[in-house]
């Protein structure tokens, strides 16, 4: 299933900024628990905030930040949360990917 985030294009003291209008992305039961035993990842609580948890190499710690619908980000804070989700896409994607290679191959049940 896609993630994606709804926005709505808003000027708050002059600064450009993103609302949120609606997040869609998985739970965190949804997902495989070695995704969220790793950094970065992200997935929706059941009151629909989107929690993103990842590393921050410069600063040599890890963060959490919490999205929910009608906040409201500046346009540098949105993209760099979008970079910091593609990044937990990618993440997902190389998780599901070992997973299922390792679930190939021939067995034989003795019965």
């Known amino acids: 299933m896609p993630m994606y985030i709804r926005t709505t294009k808003v000027v708050r003291n002059r ?38 948890h990842a590393f921050d190499l ?9 999205v929910k619908k009608g906040d409201i980000l ?11 989700l593609r990044k937990c896409g990618d993440n997902l994607h190389k998780i599901n990917k070992s997973r299922f290679q390792r679930w190939q191959g021939d067995l034989t049940f003795k019965i």
């Open 15 to 52: 600064t450009l900024c993103f609302g949120i209008n609606k997040i869609v992305a998985l739970k965190r039961n949804e997902l495989p628990i070695e995704y969220i035993g790793s950094l970065p990842h992200c997935c929706l609580d059941e009151r629909g905030k989107l929690h993103i």
């Open 74 to 84: 500046t346009k540098d804070n949105f993209h760099n949360m979008l970079a910091i």
């Open 58 to 66: 410069d600063k040599q710690l890890t963060f959490q930040v919490t």
